[in-house]
Antibody, heavy 120, light 109 residues
Framework: QVTLKESGPALVKPTQTLTMTCTFS??????????VSWIRQPPGKALEWLAQ???????FYSTSLKTRLTISKDTSKNQVVLTMTNMDPVDTATYYC????????????WGQGTLVTVSS | QSALTQPASVSGSPGQSITISCTGTSSDVGTYNLVSWYQHHPGKAPNLILYEVSKRPSGVSDRFSGSKSGNTASLTISGLQAEDEADYYCCSYANSLYVFGTGTKVTVV
């Protein structure tokens, strides 16, 4: 059974760095073709893809946010970590992690998401 | 990497069919047959309902179907049911990156 769960602070202050962790089970990120992405949704707005990490440690970032994002993985812990620097109130959103397997380009399993509020 | 364009809302009566469009560019929808669709009930995780334009994952109702023409992909929900009331998002692969649509709220009236 594949599950993903996001964890991180519910509240961060402007200019701080956000660190989010996606802990998953039911698959291994060392399996060829496996990938995990981060996606967010500001309140009342659309989904936005942020970053993706591949089984071979290849990494890809949203063009508009790439200077602020870093994605990494700890295969032994079944975790993917996303950091976002210089947080701003517009970054207030529910942050999701989601899986892609077998080189597929769709997200077949998602976490429940966690709301991060940026406020002083 | 601009968001794909979807209508903000679509409504229909039970039993009717509705279609949601998803318009991109030649850099995403127009080039790749890698459009997926997600149903999202607020407060829950998004749920994959179509991938690679028209393929349904196991367990997804055949009332959901997809197509693509040029830079526009479409999701059709036939035999609309109350449980279909949700937000729907398209997503396209775009040269190692991904772009989501602006989202469509489906209301069953």
């Amino acid at each position: 059974q594949v599950t993903l769960k996001e964890s991180g602070p519910a509240l961060v202050k402007p200019t701080q760095t956000l660190t989010m962790t996606c802990t998953f089970s039911g698959f291994s990120l060392s399996t060829s073709g496996m990938r995990v992405s981060w996606i967010r949704q500001p309140p009342g707005k659309a989904l936005e893809w942020l970053a993706q990490i591949h089984w071979d440690d290849d990494k890809f970032y949203s063009t508009s946010l790439k200077t602020r994002l870093t994605i990494s993985k700890d295969t032994s812990k079944n975790q993917v970590v996303l950091t976002m620097t210089n947080m701003d109130p517009v970054d207030t959103a529910t942050y999701y992690c989601a899986r892609q397997y077998n080189w597929n380009n769709h997200f077949d399993y998602w976490g429940q998401g966690t709301l991060v509020t940026v406020s002083s | 990497q601009s968001a794909l364009t979807q209508p903000a809302s679509v409504s229909g009566s039970p039993g009717q069919s509705i279609t949601i469009s998803c318009t991109g560019t030649s850099s995403d929808v127009g080039t790749y047959n890698l459009v997926s669709w997600y149903q999202h009930h607020p407060g829950k995780a998004p749920n994959l309902i179509l991938y690679e334009v028209s393929k349904r994952p196991s367990g997804v109702s055949d009332r959901f179907s997809g197509s693509k023409s040029g830079n526009t992909a479409s999701l059709t929900i036939s035999g609309l049911q109350a449980e279909d009331e949700a937000d729907y998002y398209c997503c396209s692969y775009a040269n190692s990156l991904y772009v989501f649509g602006t989202g469509t709220k489906v209301t069953v009236v």
